[in-house]
């Protein structure tokens, strides 16, 4: 196949995939109206994104900044700091921060991913963990085609559990990502057994994927990464806590100590950038989500196993590439990394990294180290060998990176 075939096949694909494209612009309008009145409600101003030092007392920017993202996703509360190294510690400091000796937490979604299994305390060093510090933890599996239980859950949820921990995306697994309707479903559900049972979703990569978010169908708290969606691309570092006020405080309190919660925190001159990239998330998160319903409509017509098909509604950035094989996955990510803007001239090869338990094929030339907002893809050595490829700072990048891998694959 020529260079022009190739650029006429993707054409061809863009043209079929038109209205999910304009389906995808519809989410990213709604989303930006909603933020650019978040930030007018709250009157964001240019001393907002000076900095202090020290403790942090008096930081006025920081106070607007939690306040924005607050309206944003329709929270009493939240907290946004770069002091969250990751997504994994932003969810700890919520799961340390509310449960206490001998409550119970319940994982409504199967098994979680493999970093929070080892805060769980089911893999890992058990002492530093939920399990090791007292936390009862239980797992609702999944039924046969991935989906979530919904009977299962309404007859195991009892007054003794103090949390279900809701997974919205797929991590590194097959099973279909939740969406908000499902969430909904589930914070029903729980609710009608225990009102009282905190419902906390794990949201990232899920944020401005769709209209609502998991607050506005019934859930407690949530939590995330600002090197994802709700960083827009350009955030250092960080993290965000949002629901119930007092879900929220208690989740401070875990990340700075008791009588400081919200209140301190040197923000190191971060404001401006994540101000910045929460107004950029909607435009970033749809190109990023277009790119994946591109590469899920070529990979399929030339008989790939692609998870979400092209024509499904998506809730999170992911898309997975079934290869049964490793060395299409590792070409795959070797691939992306030939077409990053940064370190392009790197080879990535499979290692052991921090928090899993199989060795990982990493492959992202991002601005921002670990950034998966930007365009990367991964996956563990294990059968069946899928990649899970995300991000994209923009969707004509993506749309090279997918040309690219066609024609080789193609070969």
Not at 133 to 149: A, N, W
Not at 311 to 325: A, C, G, P, V
Request: proline share 4%; charged share 25%.
């Amino acid at each position: 196949m020529t260079t022009k075939q190739t650029d006429d096949y993707i054409k061809a694909a863009e043209k079929f995939l038109y209205p999910q494209f304009e389906y995808l612009e519809d989410i990213r309008d709604y989303n930006q109206e909603k933020v650019l009145k978040a930030f007018t409600d709250n009157r964001v101003a240019a001393e907002h994104f000076y900095t202090v030092s020290g403790y942090g007392h008096d930081d006025s920017g920081r106070e607007v900044l939690d306040k924005v993202f607050a309206q944003t996703f329709r929270a009493e509360a939240a907290i946004v700091r770069n002091h969250f190294v990751s997504g994994t510690h932003a969810l700890a400091c919520a799961l340390f921060g509310n449960l206490r000796y001998g409550e119970k937490l319940v994982s409504v979604t199967g098994t979680p991913y493999d970093t929070m299994q080892e805060v769980i305390g089911t893999t890992g060093a058990k002492r530093e963990s939920l399990i090791g510090h007292g936390v009862v933890y239980e797992e609702i599996p999944l039924k046969s085609d991935g989906t979530v239980d919904l009977e299962m859950i309404t007859n195991k949820i009892d007054k003794s559990v103090r949390m279900i921990e809701i997974q919205r995306s797929r991590g590194y697994s097959l099973r279909p990502s939740v969406n908000i309707e499902t969430i909904g479903e589930i914070c029903e559900a729980v609710k009608s057994k225990n009102p009282d049972c905190i419902c906390f979703v794990d949201n990232c990569y899920g944020e401005f994927v769709e209209k609502r978010e998991p607050l506005e169908v019934g859930a407690d708290l949530i939590a995330g990464s600002l090197i994802k969606n709700a960083g827009g691309g350009i955030v250092e570092t960080g993290g965000y806590i949002a629901g119930k006020k007092e879900y929220v405080e208690q989740s401070a309190i875990s990340l700075t100590a008791p009588g400081i919660g919200c209140e301190g925190g040197a923000m190191l001159n971060q404001h401006r950038l994540i101000f910045q990239g929460l107004f950029m998330a909607p435009s970033v998160v749809c190109d990023a989500v277009k790119g994946t319903v591109l590469a899920a409509k070529i990979f399929e017509d030339i008989g790939y196993i692609s998870t979400p098909k092209f024509n499904e509604k998506r809730t999170d950035l992911i898309q997975t590439i079934t290869f049964n094989s490793p060395e299409p996955l590792k070409e795959f990510c070797r691939t992306i990394q030939e077409l990053s803007p940064v370190n392009s001239y790197v080879t990535p090869i499979p290692d052991n990294v921090p928090g899993y338990e199989d060795k990982l094929i990493m492959a992202g030339g991002t601005f921002i180290e670990g950034s998966t907002i930007e365009l990367s893809a991964d996956g563990p050595l294990r059968p069946p060998y899928a990649v899970y490829m995300q991000g994209g700072l923009n969707y004509a990048h993506v749309k090279i990176v997918i040309k690219n891998i066609f024609e080789k694959v193609y070969k």
